[in-house]
């Protein structure tokens, strides 16, 4: 075998060293680069989810009240209509506290059923069903006066309305709206008699994030009277309710829902502070969780009527079906209705612009279904004579209605 020489195996040897330091360096020098690059990864990360955040939701809110704004202007001979009604030429609407030592917020209106409606031929005054409406106003921004042609519409049926304001955001969490729509109902079942409504006949309506407190309120109290030992001491029960109507209502704060208000321009931000700022507290705020995890919640519910415009934008009508399908799994007596060609608004703005009354034919339908438990086509003979007691006007032009419904962005 050759063998090699010393002296060239030496720089042999020193050129591999020279090599790998070199190497070394190379990457020494890379090291810089790659965190300008991590950097660099990071503040587009940054500037995709911020930077443009702000802006792209400034649009789109922007655009939501812009929209809003021409709503109002458009359709405010109408919605005078309804706030002259209320404050001024409606009769016998008569403004009570329902809480001790409470607030401006703690007040309902009560709507006296009209005289005519559904008088007993022997002259003796017949107590009225009551309605306990909850109105809506995306948790923020509600007033009793917002459902005051609704109950126009069903108090000249014969219903005696109670329309319950409470506190919203920021002046309370959704915890504190149930709490302040359960005094309202307790005050109602202690009192209603005294202005002729029918404490045996007493049902809870509610609107949009109304639907969502009053949905909320009947799931816990179902939860507490199952826990409690002593439940006569309650002030109400679930059993004592007649039945629950929902109207285009929020009853699962899920992720899907979220993002939707998103696209709005209603920012995850605020939508945390008013929802709750962790999907499990979200999750403890919404009934079709609560009577999901727990079925025998639904066995305690009253019956339920949900009703969902199909041209709803701000809430899917996903919202009613799926909670539609927990309460059927569960054995609970719900019924589903749609409004074709309906939106947010229709029926406390709409429908009563153009006395279309569908949904109260169908609030007052269900009311006497729960009540008297007759056949359908009894209860349906029943109320036709009813029916022709519901306004007559205004008689707002249907071109009209499209579009206001075509400029409103709920």
């Known amino acids: 075998m050759r063998r090699q020489c010393p002296a060239l195996r030496q720089v042999g040897d020193g050129c591999s060293a020279c090599d790998h330091e070199k190497q070394l360096k190379d990457l020494s020098s890379l090291v810089p680069l790659l965190a300008v690059v991590r950097w660099g990864a990071y503040l587009l990360q940054w500037f995709w989810t911020y930077a443009w955040h702000l802006p792209l939701q400034t649009v789109r809110l922007t655009g939501f009240f812009a929209r809003l704004v021409l709503y109002v202007i458009f359709l405010f001979p109408g919605m005078m209509f309804g706030l002259v009604y209320w404050a001024f030429a409606g009769e016998n609407i008569i403004s009570v506290s329902y809480k001790e030592k409470g607030g401006r917020r703690h007040t309902c209106d009560i709507y006296l059923p009209s005289t005519h409606a559904g008088a007993p031929s022997s002259g003796r005054p017949k107590k009225a069903p009551v309605v306990v409406l909850v109105p809506g106003g995306a948790f923020l921004l509600g007033h009793k006066g917002y ?56 049902a809870i309506l509610g609107l949009s994030s109304g639907a969502h407190v009053a949905a909320l309120l009947l799931t816990r109290r179902a939860a507490q009277e199952k826990r409690a030992t002593r439940p006569g001491l309650l002030s109400w029960s679930t059993s004592d309710v007649l039945g629950f109507i929902g109207l285009g209502g929020i009853y699962h704060f899920h992720g899907a829902f979220m993002s939707h208000l998103h696209a709005k321009g209603i920012d995850f931000v605020l939508q945390r502070l008013v929802l709750g700022e962790s999907e499990a507290v979200r999750e403890n705020r919404s009934p079709a969780v609560l009577i999901r995890r727990d079925e025998d919640l639904a066995g305690r519910m009253p019956p339920v009527l949900l009703a969902h415009g199909t041209s709803d934008k701000i809430v899917p009508q996903e919202q009613s079906e799926t909670f539609r399908s927990v309460l059927s799994a569960a054995g609970a007596d719900v019924q589903l209705i749609f409004s074709e060609g309906e939106g947010h608004n229709d029926p406390v703005i709409h429908s009563p612009l153009m006395s279309n009354h569908n949904t109260v034919q169908a609030i007052l339908l269900a009311m006497k279904r729960w009540s008297s438990k007759k056949a359908k086509e009894e209860t349906d003979h029943a109320c036709g004579e009813l029916f022709q007691a519901l306004p007559t006007w205004p008689r707002t032009p249907l071109s009209v209605i499209q579009v206001a419904r075509l400029l409103t962005p709920f």
């Open 147 to 202: 459902v005051t042609m609704l109950c126009r519409a069903l108090r000249s049926v014969g219903f005696l309305c109670i329309a319950v304001d409470y506190r919203y955001w920021p002046q309370t969490t959704i915890d504190g709206m149930v709490e302040d729509v359960n005094e309202a109902v307790a005050w109602s079942f202690q009192h209603c008699e005294a202005y002729g409504g029918d404490r045996k006949q007493v």
